[in-house]
């Protein structure tokens, strides 16, 4: 014992100094000249030099342009006085440097119930400083406050690809070889394009269950500018993080021609605030994001405090690069503790810098995303309070360093993170955590790369590169010495202060002792205060009265109010304008999709679908696209039912209860809020089927706009009956679950699943006894009906995948017909036997404005499949039990004929291809009166002519004809060898049945015998 305290008395004693320099075995250490050396591997691979991380490369201070105008506070909303000042700026020509000129926001609160867009090169937003210049997004749009984008362009084009020539290329180097005659030259800007091979999928094991790697989903690419050429060696700018082997692909070069980014945007020395009113402490119906950027180049953010935001402060997407984000605080978010929420930084960009950065109360505060090519850097950051893990989140981001980065109550993650989210699989590639504090560190190196750990304060987790736990080392700051090597001290001085204190305490002398006593009277400086000293020590500006906002923004751009093109119900037929509508009809995606920019826009549009931060096809759609869209691909209706389920986790069709809330994006969002309590299947609060997502019913609206000003159709399914039947996975998280809402609902929990697999529960949901469930089925419909009360455009089902019984299809139809003073259109779209049982009701036949055959079809043989409605089987179950012979042409016609024929003023439907064994023929549906076929685009002559016409064939005849009274008709010919007779003197124009164009123009008698030949014919008479 006496031994054992006289060891430990000398280890005490035993002076440490203040920070120790890296081994010279340490993958990078100081010099004897105080130069920094890098161990390389047997490969040569070694920690890339991150100095080209920010504004400009680094090579350059951030700048301060001169303010052009100024908007002063006001009451109310000042959100258009903002925009219109940002796009004066956006006239003005730019200088030398490339800057139009600032907007300066004067001190005061200015509130924005939009957001503001920076969509043009050389424009700065700059406040009186954070103390006294505050955004506050109002309203409750999930919008960021400033979003930063080009408008259209893609981001951009190169040449041919250029394959290099080296059989393994380093991480960390910056020369390439290629073939001599390349035409490349000093100062271009090139693509380097690292693919992803099966071969290297398979190396990293990434065909796991859960991962699912594809080639081509994870491809790297950088872009650079050569530096030097000698003979065939390139030398670009920035060194490459992921190893170019030619095992796996190697890599190609392509000089890029065009770069539609933006360019010298900064956003400064503002508050931004969002603003909840919500007495649901995790209410997420309020701005999301302080700043979004994507296309932008040479941007910065800085001397910022954000608060409230639900998914985060700043989120650079996959188009940024050299951007700086830096004395930046984001406080007091407002959401759930959930995936995708609370990402304080998030990057996806490359190059890309975040220095003194302060997150509170966050869940992935420093966070990197899919395939960032790297370099990018977190330099004397803090989370404080973490309720998650920081480090690269989503598939392969190489070439992350974390310098000075300190994780209060989580963990520094550089590791696999297989499906969580789903496909993520090795997230951290050659990424460094240096001189770092965290709970744990999980420094794990994937097959063909690395990760670095050095001087490190956590419990290490890991086969990474890992040495120096609990020292400090030299130097300081790898980002401020390479910084240093590469640029000078001056630049390295822009790290600073450094709040990292290698003081040696263990064995202090008596003055010493003196010294640390005193200070520990003071509270400890903390990287906020010293965030807080640099945002307070702005100075106001100049109130220079010359550039005021009134003086120089003569009028706010206004946009006239648009023109309407309603929908209408005429002789019968759906029309806008006049004219029969005629197009194909949008059935959304409703389940799947992932948020990698390159895949996403395989799932195609979904109008309800949110992607935190992320916009464009796939991911949260830009309404006015998918408009345009549909009318430039001649689609005039889009069917809309809500998700099946909001996260994608349930992709995998399993009825377990999540063991965390990581909810994966894009989310499918519900018709009804969170409640901020309980705990429902999916891991986040639970829902209060009492009150409604105001971001959902907000989409809606908004879209139904369009379709009014565009004359196209929103076809809402106040239900989707797919939970309720079939794959138990379908009910798991449903809202109408008990489980997973607030209310009394009455059905059965647990669920009763049969084999443990499968859902029959709709009889429950349907079931007219439920007093309590049927209350609520009357508000949750009150809703859908007052929220398009305005718009024209909208037609109401009963529900998606309806096979429900006539007792609900009633009850439905009651609430519609009950809506007030402006009843919306309603169609009938059931069973058969339920659709013929409320035409036959005088009570209820006057409240269908349309019918829609979805449901059941007649068969070639005239044989008819029609199961019943209420027998708690979809439609897909009773299609496995039919022997029904598929449709025809003419079994099509026959149906939308029958029920043009029995109610010749309703409109007719026909979507039973979906749910049926029958084509959905867009002349047959013409040619039977319907409305919505998807015939091709047809003259807008024709289409008025059609109005007044109606279906005048019988069943068996080989030439269908519309005609209406005056002599007017248009023939289709079912039989090859169809003919008709002209009745009158007649002018006959051909129409292609393929392509709706015009063709022969031809005068004809009457009692003339024309042979149709696969043509159509539309006959005018001669007066």
């Known amino acids: 014992m006496k031994t054992f305290r006289m060891l430990a008395l000398l280890f005490l004693l035993c002076p440490a100094p203040p920070a ?3 081994s010279p075995s340490a993958p990078v250490s100081l010099g004897e000249e105080g130069e920094l050396t890098y161990q390389a591997n047997e490969r040569g691979d070694r920690i890339p030099d991150f100095s080209s991380c920010g504004y400009a490369g680094a090579d350059v201070d951030i700048p301060s342009p001169p303010a052009r105008v100024l908007v002063d506070a006001i009451e109310g909303d000042n959100g258009e006085r903002i925009q219109a000042a940002i796009d004066y700026i956006a006239t003005l020509a730019p200088d030398e440097d490339g800057f139009r000129g600032a907007v300066l926001l004067g001190q005061g609160i200015h509130r924005v119930a939009g957001e503001l867009q920076i969509a043009t090169s050389g424009i700065v937003l700059r406040g009186s400083g954070a103390d006294r210049t505050t955004l506050i997004a109002t309203g409750k749009g999930r919008r960021p ?13 190169t040449g041919e690809p250029i394959g290099i020539l080296d059989d393994y290329v380093p991480v960390g180097a910056t020369i390439l070889r290629l073939p001599p005659a390349n035409s490349l030259k000093v100062g271009d800007a090139v693509l380097v394009t690292r693919p992803a091979t099966a071969e290297w999928i398979e190396a990293l094991g990434a065909r796991a269950d859960g991962v699912g790697w594809r080639p081509g989903r994870c491809d790297v690419r950088w872009e650079r500018t050569v530096a030097a050429i000698d ?4 030398t670009l700018d920035a060194p490459v993080t992921t190893a170019l082997d030619r095992k796996f692909g190697g890599a190609q070069v392509a000089l890029v021609t065009e770069n539609h980014r933006l360019r ?11 603003e909840t ?11 999301w994001h302080g700043v979004i950027a994507n296309d932008v180049e040479n941007l910065w953010l800085r001397r910022m405090r954000f608060e409230g935001f639900a998914g985060g402060a700043v989120l650079l997407r996959e188009g940024v690069r050299h951007a700086t984000v830096e004395d930046c605080l984001a406080l007091t978010p407002v959401s759930e503790i959930a995936g995708y929420r609370r990402q304080s930084f998030f990057t996806q960009g490359q190059q890309t810098l975040f220095l003194r950065c302060w997150a509170e109360e966050g869940r992935n505060d420093f966070a990197v995303g899919h395939c960032a090519p790297g370099p990018n850097a977190y330099v004397n950051c803090y989370a404080y309070n973490a309720h998650g893990d920081s480090g690269p989140l989503e598939s392969w981001a190489s070439g992350v360093l974390y310098d000075n980065v300190r994780i209060d109550g989580a963990d520094l993650v550089f590791t696999n993170r297989w499906l969580d989210p789903p496909g993520a699989g090795w997230s951290a590639a050659n990424c460094v955590a240096f001189q770092c504090q965290a709970a744990q560190l999980h420094c794990f190196s994937p097959p063909t790369a690395q990760n670095w750990a050095i001087g490190y304060w956590a419990q290490p987790v890991g086969d990474g590169v890992m040495s120096g736990l609990s020292d400090f080392v030299r130097p300081r700051s790898l980002y401020k010495a390479q910084l240093a090597e590469r640029i000078g001290e001056d630049a390295a001085k822009r790290v600073e202060p450094l709040l990292l204190d290698p003081v040696e305490s263990t064995s202090p002398t008596l003055e010493e002792t003196r010294r640390f006593v005193q200070r520990s009277n003071r509270p400890l400086k903390t990287l906020r205060d010293a965030i807080e000293e640099r945002l307070s020590a702005v100075k106001p500006p100049d109130d220079d009265r010359k550039l005021h906002f009134n003086l120089l923004v003569k009028t706010l751009s206004s946009r006239p109010a ?5 929908l209408k119900i005429v002789n019968g037929w759906l029309t806008i304008d006049g004219q029969v509508l005629t197009g194909n009809t949008l059935s959304p995606t409703w389940w799947r999709g992932v948020v990698r920019p390159d895949d996403a826009v395989e799932f195609g549009p979904s109008i309800t679908r949110w992607a935190p931060g992320r916009y464009g096809v796939g991911l949260t759609d830009d309404l006015v696209a998918v408009a345009d869209g549909m009318r430039a691909a001649g689609i005039s209706a889009y069917d809309h039912h809500y998700g099946l389920w909001y996260d994608r986790r349930r992709d995998d069709h399993l009825l377990v209860r999540r063991g965390t809330a990581s909810v994966a994006p894009p989310f499918f969002e519900q018709p009804f809020a969170r409640s901020g309590q309980g705990r429902a299947w999916d891991g986040l609060s639970k829902y209060d089927l009492t009150k409604f997502n105001a971001w959902y019913w907000d989409r809606l609206r908004d879209f139904a706009e369009l379709c009014d000003e565009r004359g196209l159709v929103l076809m809402h399914q106040c239900y989707f009956q797919h939970n309720i039947l079939e794959a138990g996975a379908h009910w798991a998280d449903s809202p109408w679950r008990p489980a997973n809402n607030l209310n009394e609902t009455g059905l059965t929990e647990p669920p009763p699943y049969v084999g443990d697999k499968r859902i029959f529960i709709a009889h429950q949901f349907y079931d007219p006894d439920n007093a309590e469930l049927r209350k609520l089925h009357r508000g949750y419909l009150a809703k859908c009906v007052e929220n398009f009360v305005d718009n024209s455009n909208v037609i109401q089902f009963t529900s998606d995948e309806y096979t429900g019984p006539l007792e609900f299809t009633e009850f439905w139809l009651d609430q519609m017909k009950a809506a007030g003073a402006r009843k919306p259109f309603i169609a009938i779209s059931a069973a058969k036997d339920v659709q013929d049982t409320l035409l036959a009701d005088p009570k209820r036949r006057d409240a269908i404005d349309v019918i829609d055959i979805r449901y059941w079809c007649y068969g070639r043989d005239e044989s008819l499949y029609a199961p019943p409605g209420g027998a708690n089987m979809a439609p897909r179950q009773h299609l496995r039990q039919s022997k029904v012979k598929a449709g025809d042409f003419a079994s099509v016609a026959r149906a939308v004929r029958e029920y043009r024929t029995y109610y010749p003023t309703k409109p007719v439907l026909f979507n039973a291809n979906r749910f049926c064994n029958t ?12 409305s919505l076929a998807d015939v091709p685009p047809l003259p807008e002559e024709l289409k008025r002519a059609l109005v007044a016409m109606r279906p005048a064939w019988n069943p068996g005849e080989s030439a269908m004809r519309l005609a209406d009274d005056r002599g007017h008709a248009v023939c289709y010919g079912v039989a090859s060898d169809a003919s008709f007779v002209v009745e009158r003197p007649s002018r006959v124009r051909w129409i292609d049945r393929s392509s709706g164009e015009l063709s022969d123009d031809v005068r004809v008698s009457k009692g003339v015998r024309l042979t149709l030949d696969g043509r159509v014919a539309w006959v005018t008479p001669l007066y």
């Open 231 to 234: 003979g065939d060696r390139v």
């Open 145 to 157: 406050v400033i979003r930063i984008r080009p408008s259209g362009h893609d981001r951009l084009a």
């Open 562 to 566: 648009p023109e309407r093109h309603d």
């Open 264 to 274: 010298e945007i900064g956003v400064e020395d503002l508050t931004l605030r969002s």
């Open 277 to 287: 009113v919500s007495d649901n402490p995790l209410d997420e119906e309020h701005s």
């Open 919 to 930: 084509p959905r023929d867009g002349w047959a549906v013409l040619m039977g009166g319907g």
């Open 20 to 22: 120790v320099a890296a």
